[in-house]
């Protein structure tokens, strides 16, 4: 405020109204007077066990600052001790006036009322202003936009997620060179040597200069302390979004000055008038009329726009007009706009003979194109128009109108033009041709109806109406307007006068330039006199505008409607009316207060009405506006004189007759005469003195038009802020100047009133007041308040008593202000309170006897009672006038104000909850002002009180959550004062109690944990809401008690009052923040210290908050691992998860795999309401802000005196700190809502599932407690979503780039800033651990919060700093990470390695350092660094494996940074410690290498497995990583559905902990390594254990993960036998149980048994129902050839693919040409149709072919005998074998003497099924059969066909006919009779041939009499229908034997002869044996 009013405002300044010194003692003297001090009855400290819900007496504030030195405090802190000096000041505000002169009247004569007025208008604004209230939440609040302000210049930080161009957006886009390779493997794998090369050559990033310098660690803390000091942000929550608006009650703003009501404002100009013809001068007349409210709703605008010439036709009655009058464009203020206004346009010309239709004619008939034709009628017409005017100059007559639809011009102007036609179809009145204005209309179709914001539109209006004399009442102009709004108007069949008026209609700007009020002053700015100015055309609103008077205004309107002289005889035809403001009965005494129309002067005399001719009973649609006297007396009237106007000039005749008199006296009563008349008319002059009475009354003499009558209607209405025109405020105003002036005898209506019975008058007036109509009594509301107060504070006295009319005059200010306060109700501001009360009380209040003139040294005193009233902006009486019952229990306020507290507390409490708000606000904002102004003590011991009274209601009342929520309201304006920080007295110390009672937190703990000395009760009581805290804190012990009251978990209506009560807390220190005067670190130190106790209250609520980090029984987070008790936690079993096994693999999460950890009892503490997310992550920014600004030394202090649990609590807050406040990343902003961004998380939350949740877990009590344990499986999933909801921007969706851009920054900044806050608390924290006994667990758990702070996103600042303190405390504590379990050590790694990965090289720098230092102190504690080693390695699979947006070149990067580190690493040159590194970092890269490649075959699956098995292989040595790869492989497989692979996985796993458990010890139950399993598979060989001697199983760090004891072997085997279930391998799962079951039983474990018995027996049965084998298929075998360089790796390699069961040959041919082709692109890829061997020379090298053929399973002989079912037959398959048929000239079929076969045998590495569905082929051979040999295999097959259909039980009718029907049916072709003929005919020549020619001969003997059986078979089964059939068989069967018979009977002659040897050799072939099945 003291900036605005610049220099006039100073001059007068009262500087606070008594020096604070005094102030005090002033303060108390008050406050004795009204109660008996109360302090006197201040209790001994033993109160201070107060429990919370009771208010604890305060200290008294002003003998708490008498006591103390004021120079107590250093510097800064003094300006918080007291309130400043020139806090008060009262300032004279000149009152700005809208005009360049006053516009009063000077006449000093002027009665009571005008002088009142004048001074009322005139007086400047007398401000009692508080100098730093601007400076509290509730003047200047923190919202968007100067949160918006403050954020600017933020420096962005840098987030790896926004670094990494993101996620890609789709895994298949075309520009990664990756896609688009031309094979899958363009980096063949790389050698070992290779790779190493690879790695040398890379640059190294920056590396840290001081890394490797050994300091001690306090220098280390201090640097890294001054480091994070740089840079930060200084007000933490400038970063968090501002306040919730909702709760701000405390809000509110200086009130607007009283200033003068305007609606919304059109600028009309109007430019041009033209008609066809121009002869005479022709006038307008603008107004606006509402047709709706049938009113006309502004006074009328004249204006002239004649050319010159035609003006000069008017010389001779002109004098020279006054430039006021000139105006051609006129300002209309509209304050109810609605599609019912028009503005109407009238016209008027000079009087002349003959009727206005026949005056219009010309005008109608004539163009102007006719000009030169009608050149004489033109020159007659102009002549008459030039005698008119000089004769009758002086007389109008109507002429035409028309109207402009004020609507259509606001809504169209938004249109770019507006069609003509089909306006003019609409409304033919007139058309228009617009220029586009130059402002865009914004506003839309809704509200059209708003003047404000529309186009600036150029309308020519061409069509006019000719007037009808019948009709120009405004009664007529209302139907035409109705009627103008039809289509089908009647006003379309008029014929038009046709003219061209150009107007311009415009909002009006904000301070036009020459512009004129209605009185016609000069309105600022005016910048020159001479300029042509804009009328203000006075508005008279359609409905009541509620607004007091603000400038003197004092205007009459006179309206005559109609005369009647029908009946007066003598030739009274053209009759006008004459105006004239008599001031006597002398003609001379008519005065100028007339105002002229257009070119005319600025007052008149007399006016007069525009003349009808030849009408004895004229209407008039007249306005003449007058200027009233200042002082309007009794002899005052309006004259009105009658005047027939001649026409003709006829000699002898005057030119006008006076035909009538009559006269209006203008006051009666002393009130201002207003209203409709309709009087009688005089035929004569009245008689002298006649003005004093009315024509009413029939004076004797007199001759009257017929028979006095009332003839003449006519209507004044006055436009006046001096005369209320309401008999209840005339009547009060008059009785109160009468006192004033004290002049009786008074005449009042009909009595006369004298001293003895104005008293009784009054008192009646002042009741009579709330009769009053509102709208008069809310424009003189300043005048009547004014004079209530008066009454109030300085009785009249009347005959030299003292007349005491306070209480009247108290209830009656109550009525007005609440007839004020209900009329405006719409106005009102959100709290309810009325504007202008406020004003006034603020600007125009001014307690009588203060003149304005105040002397320089006024008298304090006097002053003292004005700023007592004077609640800034806030009337103290609004909450005594809502209510009635108050005033009148409290007639004169004498009583001390207890009493009213009751009344208060019991509204507080009633039905009416509006009026209970109101009420509490004001009771609310009237305390906190008067903190300003009287004794600080005794108005805390009035909250005091006011607390008691709610809380007595509490007890009883139905629903005290409403209750609360007002006492949080009242709580929260009180801590809205700007001086709240003084006012807790934050600069004393806490002295301790006399008599400590122990606080809550010492009892808990008897010692504290940390110091050997007892913990100091006065931190403590800082730290808690101890009875010292609340009596020195007062108003925050209050705030701060609120809200726990509202977290304690009983609290009723919890959520809402949770948000009330942290909305208030936050909006407290955003104000601080803000705040210039605690900007100081040290100064803020202390303004923190009034929160401290938060910090316990946060910790206490733990268990409620929202849990940012979710995941079930996470509660108990880190506590949990403090407490000593560690619950069991039901039986965990030995299982995996499932859900582990599967993050490993990186697979989706099991769906509710959550479930099986076991929520323990720590689910139980979450008793009571939860926290929304929205209000725990405000309450968390709270405490980080109390964390962020307190002074760190008593942080330490406090720390030292917590109890372990409670320790373990705040570590959980930080945690959750971390948590709540963790960046989203810029894309989150961008698509909060989509899918994508849900993806990412899950990938994220995958990972750090596969991180925390499983590799590194070790022994399995560690294992349950961190299922408790927020390390845990997290499922940070969930809460990323949670927390977007409390954005209060998320609403909008279309937020715009920049927007988005700054959000991110912001949350950016927060997110940084939070996690710094959290890491200079843990700093804190190890510090004061440092020396104690419990270290351990207390520095686990700050290691696990700084991990978790390294895990989530960070700003690469963070990163930088936080690495840096990880580092610190690894060098403090080593043993923390390298001698506990490894848990931690594993974590740490994996996030290590994850920054060495950052695409910012700044994280990369500090993490490849922190991994550096990590392997160098694990080296220097046992001279190797295993352990670290071995985690690595591991995580850095898991990273690979597990994350989408991983960056392998930064991470190889890092690796080489890590080199160079220890090549400089002077201080271990000598040890082996470097060349350790280096083959550690050469493992690292290799691995890498194999990882990226299997990112590149995602997409094919068999490709994929071959890596990971690769990579599961090169771990052959590290069987903890085999482990994981293995299950890897595991989660792959069964998410293909490859069940039996995935079992295998399971299988090899259990090996590989079996071997490695019969290494640790010899256990008789146990598997003796992997040599136990070959029963389920032959492959399971390759897991036994490499040589002890590489690996001790007991070195540390190997073989320590859970799956490596019994538990882990047990849950391997059952997931093993789990996936063979699932795969219907029943066999195989009695083979994993035969292994399983001893461990079992050893373990005694009965339960688990049973359940193995039961699965056997589900098992066993399945098989034996599905014996036959149809029914389960256990999988279809392919060979796949590749050829091409294409392929790279698989060039020329041969597969078996084992495909799922029943796959088609072209079902795998067109997937893998459908994968390959997306590979290598379109028109590269082709299948090989044939099986034949490929010629590697007639392929395009360009080319991938690929070579697919169908294989069975091929088994020798002998193996036939143990395959005996059908699953022996399909599991542990090696050999395959495929058939290719050909002829020797290149045909695949031809006759049978020349169909040869060509059979292959395919061996593979392993047998299926295998731990993956490829294997290679490792040995192929090929046997050709000649066309004999085919022979005699088709025929073999056939008779074995026959021999399966004949014994087949139950017998197959059907079956047994068609083989029947196919062996001896007469075919044509290759039938069993045509081999014969053919092979069997003749003997060979070849004798080696003579085998094949017996062996043939056999088989055909064989079949014969398998024909034979199967023949009599079907005989048996047939029935008599299939008699027939049967014998035709038969007949067929006889007739082959007999064709057969002579072929079968030759004999081999040389079969007799000995052998030869060289025939035994040729039968030793291996052909011939395998040929001979």
Not at 1074 to 1103: G, H, I, M, N, W
Request: proline letters at 6%; a negative charge.
């Amino acid at each position: 405020m003291g900036t605005e009013h610049g220099p006039t405002g100073s001059a007068l300044k009262v500087t606070s109204p008594f020096h604070r010194t005094v102030a005090a003692e002033v303060r108390k003297q008050v406050s004795r007077e009204r109660s008996g001090s109360p302090h006197s009855s201040r209790r001994c400290s033993s109160s201070l066990g107060v429990p919370l819900t009771e208010v604890i007496e305060p200290l008294d504030f002003e003998d708490v600052l008498l006591s103390r030195p004021p120079d107590a405090e250093p510097g800064p802190l003094r300006d918080l001790v007291e309130f400043p000096a020139d806090d008060l000041e009262l300032l004279l505000q000149p009152r700005e006036c809208r005009t360049t002169e006053p516009g009063i009247p000077e006449d000093g004569k002027l009665d009571a009322q005008v002088r009142a007025a004048v001074e009322m208008y005139t007086e400047d604004w007398i401000i009692a202003h508080r100098r730093y209230q601007h400076l509290s939440a509730a003047y200047s609040p923190i919202t968007l936009e100067t949160q918006r302000e403050r954020q600017k210049g933020l420096t962005r930080q840098v987030f790896e997620q926004d670094a990494s161009g993101d996620e890609r957006s789709s895994p298949d886009d075309s520009d990664d060179p990756r896609h688009s390779s031309g094979s899958p493997d363009d980096t063949p794998r790389s050698s070992g040597a290779s790779g190493i090369f690879d790695l040398r050559n890379l640059a190294a990033d920056s590396l840290l200069p001081s890394l490797l310098e050994r300091a001690a660690p306090e220098d280390v803390d201090r640097r890294n302390e001054a480091l994070r000091r740089q840079h930060r942000s200084r007000a933490l929550l400038t970063l968090y979004p501002a306040p919730d608006e909702d709760e701000a009650v405390e809000r509110c703003s200086r009130p607007e000055p009283p200033r003068e009501h305007f609606g919304q404002r059109i600028l009309v100009k109007c430019l041009s008038l033209k008609f066809e013809i121009e002869i005479e001068p022709i006038f307008g007349i603008l107004a606006l009329y509402d047709v709706r409210e049938k009113k006309k709703i502004s006074e009328n605008f004249y204006f002239d726009l004649n050319s010159d010439s035609m003006k000069g036709l008017l010389r001779a009655h002109g004098t020279h007009p006054a430039i006021s009058t000139l105006a051609r464009s006129a300002i209309f203020s509209v304050t109810y706009p609605s599609p019912d206004i028009f503005l109407v346009i009238k016209l008027e010309k000079v009087l002349q003979q003959g009727d206005i239709s026949e005056c219009c004619e010309p005008y109608m008939v004539m163009k102007e194109v006719d000009t030169a034709k009608n050149k004489e009628k033109l020159e007659k017409l102009r002549l008459a128009a030039e005698q008119f005017c000089t004769r009758l100059g002086r007389y109008r007559m109507p002429f035409a109108w028309t109207a402009v639809h004020l609507a259509n011009i606001v809504s169209s102007a938004g249109q770019s033009d507006r069609d003509s036609d089909s306006e003019g179809e609409r409304r033919p009145t007139w058309t228009d041709r617009r220029r586009r204005g130059p402002q865009d209309r914004t506003s839309s179709g809704d509200d059209a109806c708003s003047f404000s914001g529309f186009r600036p539109a150029t309308l020519t209006v061409t069509n006019f109406f000719k007037q009808e004399a019948e009709r120009l009442s405004d009664e007529d102009l209302f139907k035409f307007l109705a009627d103008m709004r039809r289509p089908t108007s009647l006003l379309r069949r008029l014929r038009p006068v046709t003219a061209q008026l150009k107007i311009d209609i415009s909002p009006a700007p904000e301070n036009p330039h020459f512009c004129l009020s209605p009185e016609l002053l000069h309105v600022k700015p005016y910048p020159d006199p001479r300029g042509r100015p804009t009328k203000e055309i006075l508005e008279f609103p359609a409905r009541e505008v509620y607004a007091p008077h603000t400038s003197y205004r004092n205007l009459l309107y006179v309206y005559p409607h109609s005369l009647n002289f029908s009946s007066r005889q003598g030739s009274v035809r053209n009759l006008t009316v004459r105006v004239q403001y008599m001031a006597g009965e002398d003609p001379s005494q008519a005065l100028p207060v007339i105002f002229g129309k257009s070119s005319c002067s600025e007052f008149t005399r007399e006016a007069f009405t525009p003349v009808v001719y030849h009408n004895k009973s004229p209407e008039f649609y007249e306005e003449f506006k007058l200027r009233l006297p200042a002082c309007v007396t009794e002899n005052h009237y309006l004259l009105f004189t009658f005047y027939h106007v001649s026409c003709q000039p006829r000699p002898g005749t005057a030119l006008e007759t006076p035909v009538g008199f009559t006269w209006i006296p203008l006051l009666q009563h002393g009130r201002l005469r207003t209203g409709p008349f309709c009087l009688p008319v005089s035929v004569d002059q009245p008689p002298p003195s006649y003005s004093m009475l009315t024509p009413d009354v029939a004076l004797p003499g007199m001759r009257w038009v017929d028979g006095h009558k009332g003839v003449f209607s006519v209507e004044l209405t006055a436009v006046s802020s001096v005369h209320p025109q309401d008999p209840y405020l005339d009547k009060f105003f008059t009785l109160v100047h009468v006192l004033e002036e004290g002049a009786f005898p008074f005449r009042l209506k009909d009595a006369v009133l004298n001293e003895s019975t104005v008293e009784q008058e009054l008192r009646a007036s002042l009741v009579a007041l709330r009769l009053a109509s509102p709208e008069p009594l809310v424009a003189f509301s300043h005048h009547v308040l004014d004079k209530l107060v008066r009454l109030v504070v300085r009785p009249p006295i009347i005959g030299g008593q003292i007349v005491n009319l306070g209480r009247v005059a108290f209830e009656a200010m109550a009525h007005v202000v609440s007839l004020v306060h209900r009329s405006l109700e719409a106005a009102q501001d959100a709290r309810g309170h009325c504007p202008l009360l406020a004003a006034y009380v603020y600007y125009a209040f001014r307690l009588p006897g203060t003149e304005p003139s105040l002397p320089g040294g006024a008298p304090p005193v006097t002053l003292q009672p004005a700023t007592l009233a004077h609640g800034p902006g806030r009337p103290a009486s609004l909450y005594l006038a809502r209510s009635k019952s108050i005033s009148s229990s409290n007639p004169d306020l004498a009583v001390a104000p207890g009493s009213v507290d009751d009344e208060v507390s019991r509204i507080l409490a009633s039905k009416d909850v509006e009026l209970a708000e109101h009420l509490n606000a004001s009771l609310a904002f009237f305390l906190s002002d008067l903190l300003s102004l009287v004794d600080r003590g005794f108005v805390f011991s009035l909250v005091r009180a006011h607390y008691k009274q709610v809380a007595t209601r509490l007890q009883s009342a139905p629903n005290p959550a409403v209750l609360l929520t007002l006492r949080m309201d009242f709580t929260r304006i009180l801590c809205g004062h700007e001086h709240y920080v003084t006012l807790n007295l934050p600069c004393c110390p806490l002295s301790p109690p006399a008599s400590p009672s122990p606080s809550v937190s010492s009892t808990t703990s008897q010692s504290s944990t940390f110091s050997s000395q007892a913990p100091d009760p006065k931190v403590i009581s800082m730290f808690e809401l101890s009875g010292s805290f609340r009596q020195q804190h007062f108003l925050a012990g209050l705030l701060l008690t609120e809200l726990a009251l509202a977290l304690e978990p009983e609290a009723e209506g919890a959520s809402l009052l949770h948000k009330k009560a942290i909305s208030a807390v936050h909006s407290l220190l955003c104000g601080h923040d803000a705040d210039p005067r605690y900007a100081e670190a040290t100064v803020k130190a202390r303004v923190a210290e009034l929160y401290l106790p938060l910090l316990s209250l946060a910790r206490d609520t733990l268990p409620r908050l929202h849990d940012f980090a979710e995941g079930p029984g996470q509660r108990s987070r880190l506590a949990s691992m403090l407490d000593s008790d560690t619950e069991g936690e039901g039986d965990m079993g030995g299982t995996i998860n499932p859900s582990v096994a599967m993050a490993i693999a990186g697979g989706p999460l099991a769906p509710g795999s959550r479930a099986s950890i076991s929520q323990g009892p720590a689910t139980a503490a979450r008793s009571g309401c939860a926290l929304s997310a929205e209000s725990s992550r405000t309450l968390l920014v709270c405490v980080l802000w109390v964390l962020k600004n307190a002074e760190p030394a008593l942080l330490q202090r406090w720390a030292a005196d917590l109890a372990l649990p409670q320790l373990g609590r705040l570590l959980d807050l930080l945690y959750l700190c971390l948590a709540a406040f963790e960046y989203k990343g810029k894309k989150a902003f961008e698509r909060i809502n989509s899918l994508t961004f849900k993806k990412s998380l899950d990938m994220k939350a995958r990972l750090e599932e596969a991180i925390l949740g499983t590799i590194g877990a070790r022994q399995e009590m560690v294992r349950r407690s961190r299922e408790r344990s927020p390390f845990g499986n997290q499922e940070n999933v969930r809460w990323r979503k949670s927390v977007t909801h409390w954005r209060q921007t998320s609403d909008r969706v279309d937020k715009t780039k920049d927007e988005m851009e700054h959000e991110a920054l912001v949350d950016g900044n927060l997110a940084t800033e939070a996690s710094l806050v959290v890491l200079d608390t843990l700093e804190i924290i190890v510090q004061t651990v440092m020396l104690s006994e419990a270290r351990e667990s207390i520095l686990g758990a700050v290691l696990k919060v700084v991990l978790y702070s390294l895990g989530s996103a960070q700003s690469a600042l963070f990163l930088q700093h936080g690495l840096a303190t990880q580092r610190a405390l690894v060098s403090k504590f080593p043993e923390l990470l390298f001698e506990e379990d490894t848990e931690l050590c594993a974590d740490l790694c994996l996030r290590l390695l994850r920054h060495c990965g950052s695409r910012i090289s700044a994280i990369r720098t500090h993490a490849s350092a922190s991994l550096y230092l990590l392997m160098r102190q694990n080296f220097e504690i046992g001279n190797n660094f295993a352990r670290v080693k071995m985690q690595v390695t591991m995580s850095l699979s898991s990273l690979v494996g597990t994350t989408q947006n991983f960056s392998e070149e930064h991470l190889r990067r890092s690796l080489k940074t890590i080199l160079t580190y220890a090549e400089e690493d002077v201080g271990l040159r000598d040890s082996t410690f470097a060349e350790q590194v280096q083959d550690l970092m050469f493992n690292l890269h290799m691995i890498l290498t194999d990882t990226v490649k299997m990112k590149e075959h995602q997409e094919d699956p068999e490709m994929l497995i071959d890596l990971m098995y690769r990579i599961a292989r090169g771990y052959q040595g590290s069987p903890d990583l085999r482990l994981t790869w293995l299950q890897n492989m595991a989660g792959k497989h069964a998410e293909l559905g490859n069940h039996a692979e995935a079992a295998q996985c399971m299988v090899h796993a259990a090996a590989l902990v079996a071997e490695y458990l019969a290494l640790l010890e010899d256990s008789r139950h146990l598997p003796v390594g992997c040599v136990s399993f070959q029963n389920i598979s032959s492959n399971v060989l390759e897991e036994s254990a490499i040589s002890d001697d590489i690996l001790s199983p007991d070195e540390e760090g190997f073989c320590s993960g859970k799956h490596f004891t019994e538990l882990g072997l047990v849950g391997l085997l059952e997931q093993a036998a789990a996936y063979f279930t699932m795969g219907g391998l029943y066999e195989a799962v009695n083979e994993v149980y035969k292994t399983l079951i001893p461990i079992l039983e050893a373990h005694r474990d009965y339960k688990k048994l049973a359940a193995v018995h039961g699965k056997l027996q589900e098992a066993f049965t399945k098989i034996m129902h599905q014996s036959s084998g149809w029914e389960r298929v256990f999988g279809t075998y392919f060979r796949v050839g590749f050829y091409g360089a294409r392929f790279g790796d698989l060039d020329e390699q041969e597969f078996v693919y084992k495909e799922p069961s029943i796959t088609k040959l072209a079902e795998i041919s067109h997937r893998l040409e459908e994968f390959y082709t997306e590979r290598f692109g379109e028109d590269v890829v082709q299948i090989i149709k044939d099986s034949n061997p490929v010629d590697k020379t007639k392929l395009d090298p360009q080319k991938a072919y690929i070579q697919i053929t169908y294989v069975e399973p091929h088994f020798d002989t002998y193996e036939l005998k143990d395959r005996v079912t059908y699953f022996d037959r399909n599991y542990g398959l090696r050999t395959f074998l495929f058939c290719t048929p050909f002829t020797p000239d290149g045909r695949a079929h031809g006759e049978l003497p020349e169909q040869h076969k060509r059979k292959t045998l395919l061996s593979t590495d392993h047998a299926f099924p295998y731990i993956k569905t490829r294997i290679r082929v490792c040995h192929r051979e090929e046997t050709v059969l000649t066309p004999v040999e085919v022979a005699i295999e088709d025929m073999q097959k056939k008779t074995r066909e026959l021999a399966f259909a004949t014994e087949q039980d139950p017998p197959d009718a059907k079956m047994l006919q068609m083989v029947l029907q196919g062996s001896v049916g007469p075919t044509v072709n290759q039938g069993p009779l045509e081999v014969a003929q053919v092979f069997l005919a003749e003997i060979p020549q070849d004798p080696k041939l003579f085998r094949h020619h017996n062996k043939l001969r056999l088989c055909f003997k064989d079949f014969c009499k398998k024909c034979e059986d199967a023949l009599r078979k079907n005989k048996a089964l047939i029935g008599p229908d299939q008699k027939e059939y049967h014998r035709e068989l038969e007949r067929n069967y006889s007739r082959l034997r007999e064709s057969l018979q002579p072929l079968l009977t030759q004999r081999l002659p040389q079969l007799l002869a000995p052998n030869t040897a060289g025939f035994r050799n040729s039968l030793n072939r291996t052909s011939f044996r395998k040929a001979d099945l």
